[in-house]
C-alpha cells in the first residue's frame, strides 16, 4: 500500500519525485505527499503546483486555482500558468483564462528579444506586441515562439483565418509544439473546421488521453457536426471525473437539449444554479427551453442575483433574459418588457453593430444582382440540386419549417450552417460589409463561380448523416447573401419563411442568441433590418422570377397541410403524411424552437407582440409602411 513520505529537508527532490509518481495512479495521496512537502517548505513552487495538479485531478477545481496561482507567483516562469489557464476555463473564468495563457506564453519565451512582445500581449496592448512580433519574424521567420504569439494576437483581433495559417506554419516547424497545436484546435473550431478541429485534438490526447480541456473541445467540435450522442458520452464522462465544472454542465445541457433528452438537459442545467447560482446563462438555458415554468423562489433567486455588486454584464443580462420569460410566463408584460429590455441594453453595448452599414449593403446587392447579371451568367455555378436554404429573419417559422421538410424521406435537416457566410466573408477580406463582398463576384470567372459551388457541398458534407438527396441549410442570415448563392448554385432552392414584421422582430428582440443577430438587441436597429430584408428580397426576386418560395407564418399555422403541399410543390416532392406529424420527428433540433417544433403546431405566439404594444414605438417607426404592406412585397 502506497503512502505519503514525510520530507526531510535533505530530502525534498525525492519527496517531489514520489509525488509525480503518485499523481499518475492516486491523485489522493499526491495531494497528501505535496501537503507534507509544505509544511517543511511552504514556499516551493513546486509543490503548490503538484498540490493544484492533484485537486484539479480530483475535480476540487477552486482549491487548484488557488494552488496554482501560489505555484505562479512564487516561480512566474514555471509551468503553473498553462495548467491555471485550464482550470480558470473549466470554471467558466474566460477572462482569467486569457490572462492565465498569455502569462503562459510569456513564461515559455527566455529570448530576451521576445521578451517586451509578450508583455505587451498579457498587458492586451496587442498592436504593440504585433509590431513587434513581425519585426522578429522578418528578422528569424521559423522562430515558432513568435509564430504562435503572432496567431494569438491574430486570434484576439477576430483574424482566424490568419491565425491559423501561422499555427499551421509553426507545427510544420515543431510537431511536438502541444501548446500551439491546442491554439490550432480552437481557431479550427471557431472557424466551423471541426472535422480539422477533431484531427488536431485526436494528436492532443494522444498524448494526455485524460484532459479536460481537450476533451471538452472534441464534444463541443462534435456537436458542431451533429454527433450528439458522442458529444453527449464525452461529457458525462469527463464531468464524473469533474463535477464542479459550471461550463461543461451547461454544455451538456445544451447538448441533451438539441438531442431531444430534455429532463437531462433540465437537469443540467439546474446543476449549474445550484452549484454556481450568479452563473446567469444557466437561467437563460432554462428560460430558453420556452416550455420551462419558473415558480416564485427561481424568480425571487434570480432577482438576488441582480442585486449584486459583483455580478458581471453577461450574468447579468442573462438574468435579465430568463426574468423577463418568467414574467411573460406570468402576463405581468410591463416587468417582463423591463427585463427584456434591460437585457438587450447590456448586450448591444458590447456590439459594434451600424444599422447604416447593413442598409448600405442591401443596396450594394441589389445594384449588383439584376437580371441582366443573372442572364449573362446562365449556365454557371456547380449543378448541385442537394441544398434546400431557409432564409429570412430568426424566430420566424424557420424551424417548424425544416422539422416538416426534415419529417420527409427525400430530405436531411441539418443545422444553421456557417459556410455562405464563411465564404463571402473571406471574398470580401474578412468581412461582408463594408468590404470588397459583394462586388468581387462580378469579377470571377465561370470556373470560380463553379468551384465556389462545388467547395459550399464538400464543405457541408460533413453535417449530412443520412443519403437522403437533399439537405437542408437554415442559416436566417442568408437572406442577405440570396444572390451568391443563386450564382454559385442556381439550382438550390431557396425558402423565404416570413412572418409578421413586429411579430417577427418583437420575437428576435426578446430572444438572447448565443452568436451572431447583432441588430436584434434594439427595437430601431430590427425594425430596419427587416424593412432592408424585405426590399432586398423583393428586388431579388424580380431578377431572379420564381427562385424563391416564400411561407407566411400565420398561414402556415392557420392552413398546415395546405402550406405543406404547396412547399413540396415547389420542391418537387410528394407529399407524405409524416410532414403532418412533424412533432414526433426524433432528429436533433439546435436553435431556441427545439422544444415547440417538437409539439403539435401551437397557434399563441402569433399576436403575442400585441400584449407588448405600449412600448414597442420605436420598432413601428422604424418599419414604417412595411407594417401596413405585409404581407405584400
Same mark, same amino acid.
Given at each position: 500500500?502506497?503512502?505519503?513520505?514525510?520530507?526531510?529537508?535533505?530530502?525534498?527532490?525525492?519527496?517531489?519525485?514520489?509525488?509525480?509518481?503518485?499523481?499518475?495512479?492516486?491523485?489522493?495521496?499526491?495531494?497528501?505527499?505535496?501537503?507534507?512537502?509544505?509544511?517543511?517548505?511552504?514556499?516551493?513552487?513546486?509543490?503548490?503546483?503538484?498540490?493544484?495538479?492533484?485537486?484539479?485531478?480530483?475535480?476540487?477545481?477552486?482549491?487548484?486555482?488557488?494552488?496554482?496561482?501560489?505555484?505562479?507567483?512564487?516561480?512566474?516562469?514555471?509551468?503553473?500558468?498553462?495548467?491555471?489557464?485550464?482550470?480558470?476555463?473549466?470554471?467558466?473564468?474566460?477572462?482569467?483564462?486569457?490572462?492565465?495563457?498569455?502569462?503562459?506564453?510569456?513564461?515559455?519565451?527566455?529570448?530576451?528579444?521576445?521578451?517586451?512582445?509578450?508583455?505587451?500581449?498579457?498587458? $492586451?496592448?496587442?498592436?504593440? /506586441? !504585433?509590431? +513587434? #512580433? &513581425?519585426?522578429? *519574424?522578418?528578422?528569424? %521567420?521559423?522562430?515558432? @515562439? =513568435?509564430?504562435?504569439?503572432?496567431?494569438?494576437?491574430?486570434?484576439?483581433? $477576430?483574424?482566424?483565418?490568419? /491565425? !491559423?495559417? +501561422? #499555427? &499551421?506554419?509553426? *507545427?510544420?516547424?515543431? %510537431?511536438?509544439?502541444? @501548446? =500551439?497545436?491546442?491554439?490550432?484546435?480552437?481557431?479550427?473550431?471557431?472557424?466551423?473546421?471541426?472535422?480539422? /478541429?477533431?484531427?488536431? #485534438?485526436?494528436?492532443? *490526447?494522444?498524448?494526455? %488521453?485524460?484532459?479536460?480541456?481537450?476533451?471538452?473541445?472534441?464534444?463541443?467540435?462534435?456537436?458542431?457536426?451533429?454527433?450528439?450522442?458522442? /458529444?453527449?458520452?464525452?461529457?458525462?464522462?469527463? *464531468?464524473?471525473?469533474? %463535477?464542479?465544472?459550471?461550463?461543461?454542465?451547461?454544455?451538456?445541457?445544451?447538448?441533451?437539449?438539441?438531442?431531444?433528452?430534455?429532463?437531462?438537459?433540465?437537469?443540467?442545467?439546474?446543476?449549474?444554479?445550484?452549484?454556481?447560482?450568479?452563473?446567469?446563462?444557466?437561467?437563460?438555458?432554462?428560460?430558453?427551453?420556452?416550455?420551462?415554468?419558473?415558480?416564485?423562489?427561481?424568480?425571487?433567486?434570480?432577482?438576488?442575483?441582480?442585486?449584486?455588486?459583483?455580478?458581471?454584464?453577461?450574468?447579468?443580462?442573462?438574468?435579465?433574459?430568463?426574468?423577463?420569460?418568467?414574467?411573460?410566463?406570468?402576463?405581468?408584460?410591463?416587468?417582463?418588457?423591463?427585463?427584456?429590455?434591460?437585457?438587450?441594453?447590456?448586450?448591444?453595448?458590447?456590439?459594434?453593430?451600424?444599422?447604416?452599414?447593413?442598409?448600405?449593403?442591401?443596396?450594394?446587392?441589389?445594384?449588383?444582382?439584376?437580371?441582366?447579371?443573372?442572364?449573362?451568367?446562365?449556365?454557371?455555378?456547380?449543378?448541385?440540386?442537394?441544398?434546400?436554404?431557409?432564409?429570412?429573419?430568426?424566430?420566424?417559422?424557420?424551424?417548424?419549417?425544416?422539422?416538416?421538410?426534415?419529417?420527409?424521406?427525400?430530405?436531411?435537416?441539418?443545422?444553421?450552417?456557417?459556410?455562405?457566410?464563411?465564404?463571402?466573408?473571406?471574398?470580401?477580406?474578412?468581412?461582408?460589409?463594408?468590404?470588397?463582398?459583394?462586388?468581387?463576384?462580378?469579377?470571377?470567372?465561370?470556373?470560380?463561380?463553379?468551384?465556389?459551388?462545388?467547395?459550399?457541398?464538400?464543405?457541408?458534407?460533413?453535417?449530412?448523416?443520412?443519403?437522403?438527396?437533399?439537405?437542408?441549410?437554415?442559416?436566417?442570415?442568408?437572406?442577405?447573401?440570396?444572390?451568391?448563392?443563386?450564382?454559385?448554385?442556381?439550382?438550390?432552392?431557396?425558402?423565404?419563411?416570413?412572418?409578421?414584421?413586429?411579430?417577427?422582430?418583437?420575437?428576435?428582440?426578446?430572444?438572447?442568441?448565443?452568436?451572431?443577430?447583432?441588430?436584434?438587441?434594439?427595437?430601431?436597429?430590427?425594425?430596419?433590418?427587416?424593412?432592408?430584408?424585405?426590399?432586398?428580397?423583393?428586388?431579388?426576386?424580380?431578377?431572379?422570377?420564381?427562385?424563391?418560395?416564400?411561407?407566411?407564418?400565420?398561414?402556415?399555422?392557420?392552413?398546415?397541410?395546405?402550406?405543406?403541399?404547396?412547399?413540396?410543390?415547389?420542391?418537387?416532392?410528394?407529399?407524405?403524411?409524416?410532414?403532418?406529424?412533424?412533432?414526433?420527428?426524433?432528429?436533433?433540433?439546435?436553435?431556441?424552437?427545439?422544444?415547440?417544433?417538437?409539439?403539435?403546431?401551437?397557434?399563441?405566439?402569433?399576436?403575442?407582440?400585441?400584449?407588448?404594444?405600449?412600448?414597442?414605438?420605436?420598432?413601428?417607426?422604424?418599419?414604417?409602411?412595411?407594417?401596413?404592406?405585409?404581407?405584400?412585397?
Amino acid at each position: 500500500m502506497q503512502t505519503a513520505v514525510q520530507p526531510r529537508t535533505g530530502s525534498i527532490q525525492d519527496a517531489l519525485h514520489q509525488a509525480r509518481a503518485l499523481l499518475r495512479t492516486n491523485s489522493s495521496l499526491a495531494l497528501e505527499q505535496a501537503q507534507e512537502i509544505l509544511k517543511v517548505h511552504p514556499d516551493e513552487p513546486r509543490a503548490h503546483f503538484l498540490q493544484g495538479q492533484a485537486f484539479a485531478q480530483m475535480g476540487r477545481h477552486q482549491e487548484a486555482v488557488a494552488a496554482l496561482r501560489r505555484a505562479a507567483e512564487l516561480e512566474p516562469e514555471g509551468p503553473a500558468w498553462r495548467a491555471l489557464g485550464d482550470q480558470l476555463t473549466l470554471l467558466d473564468d474566460a477572462a482569467g483564462a486569457d490572462a492565465a495563457y498569455a502569462q503562459s506564453i510569456r513564461a515559455s519565451v527566455r529570448d530576451p528579444r521576445l521578451m517586451h512582445a509578450a508583455i505587451a500581449l498579457c498587458e $492586451g496592448k496587442l498592436a504593440v /506586441a !504585433e509590431q +513587434l #512580433l &513581425r519585426e522578429r *519574424l522578418r528578422a528569424t %521567420p521559423t522562430d515558432v @515562439a =513568435a509564430i504562435r504569439m503572432l496567431a494569438e494576437v491574430g486570434a484576439r483581433l $477576430g483574424r482566424f483565418e490568419d /491565425a !491559423e495559417k +501561422l #499555427l &499551421r506554419r509553426c *507545427l510544420e516547424l515543431a %510537431p511536438s509544439f502541444h @501548446a =500551439a497545436r491546442h491554439n490550432y484546435a480552437i481557431v479550427l473550431h471557431r472557424e466551423s473546421k471541426s472535422d480539422e /478541429a477533431l484531427k488536431q #485534438l485526436d494528436l492532443l *490526447l494522444r498524448a494526455e %488521453p485524460d484532459n479536460p480541456s481537450y476533451q471538452f473541445l472534441r464534444a463541443a467540435a462534435l456537436a458542431r457536426i451533429g454527433e450528439y450522442e458522442a /458529444a453527449i458520452a464525452i461529457y458525462r464522462d469527463v *464531468l464524473a471525473r469533474y %463535477p464542479n465544472s459550471a461550463r461543461g454542465w451547461l454544455s451538456l445541457g445544451h447538448a441533451c437539449k438539441t438531442a431531444g433528452l430534455r429532463t437531462e438537459s433540465i437537469a443540467a442545467y439546474e446543476q449549474v444554479v445550484a452549484d454556481a447560482p450568479h452563473f446567469g446563462e444557466a437561467y437563460w438555458s432554462l428560460a430558453n427551453l420556452k416550455t420551462h415554468p419558473f415558480d416564485d423562489a427561481a424568480v425571487a433567486r434570480m432577482t438576488r442575483q441582480l442585486e449584486r455588486a459583483d455580478l458581471g454584464d453577461e450574468d447579468r443580462f442573462h438574468i435579465h433574459y430568463a426574468l423577463g420569460k418568467a414574467y411573460e410566463d406570468k402576463q405581468q408584460f410591463e416587468q417582463s418588457f423591463a427585463h427584456y429590455a434591460a437585457g438587450a441594453r447590456i448586450r448591444r453595448t458590447g456590439l459594434d453593430y451600424k444599422a447604416d452599414e447593413t442598409t448600405q449593403a442591401a443596396r450594394d446587392h441589389t445594384a449588383l444582382f439584376t437580371r441582366a447579371f443573372f442572364d449573362s451568367r446562365k449556365g454557371q455555378g456547380a449543378a448541385s440540386s442537394d441544398p434546400i436554404f431557409i432564409v429570412g429573419l430568426p424566430r420566424s417559422g424557420s424551424t417548424l419549417i425544416e422539422q416538416i421538410l426534415a419529417s420527409h424521406s427525400m430530405v436531411e435537416g441539418t443545422m444553421e450552417l456557417p459556410d455562405i457566410i464563411a465564404m463571402a466573408k473571406r471574398l470580401g477580406g474578412g468581412k461582408v460589409r463594408g468590404g470588397s463582398y459583394p462586388g468581387v463576384l462580378a469579377e470571377l470567372s465561370p470556373e470560380q463561380i463553379k468551384a465556389l459551388g462545388e467547395e459550399y457541398i464538400a464543405r457541408t458534407r460533413v453535417q449530412r448523416k443520412t443519403d437522403r438527396p437533399f439537405f437542408i441549410d437554415k442559416m436566417p442570415n442568408n437572406s442577405q447573401h440570396v444572390g451568391f448563392i443563386h450564382l454559385i448554385l442556381p439550382n438550390a432552392k431557396i425558402i423565404d419563411a416570413r412572418r409578421h414584421p413586429m411579430a417577427a422582430c418583437f420575437s428576435a428582440f426578446k430572444q438572447h442568441f448565443a452568436r451572431g443577430q447583432a441588430f436584434t438587441y434594439d427595437l430601431a436597429d430590427v425594425g430596419r433590418y427587416y424593412s432592408d430584408y424585405v426590399e432586398m428580397m423583393a428586388r431579388f426576386e424580380a431578377a431572379a422570377p420564381g427562385r424563391v418560395h416564400r411561407v407566411l407564418y400565420e398561414d402556415m399555422i392557420e392552413n398546415t397541410e395546405a402550406e405543406v403541399r404547396r412547399l413540396l410543390s415547389y420542391l418537387g416532392l410528394p407529399f407524405e403524411p409524416a410532414c403532418l406529424e412533424f412533432y414526433a420527428n426524433k432528429r436533433a433540433v439546435r436553435t431556441a424552437s427545439s422544444e415547440q417544433v417538437r409539439q403539435q403546431i401551437y397557434t399563441g405566439a402569433v399576436e403575442q407582440w400585441r400584449h407588448y404594444e405600449p412600448w414597442l414605438q420605436p420598432l413601428k417607426t422604424a418599419l414604417g409602411s412595411t407594417i401596413d404592406n405585409y404581407p405584400r412585397r
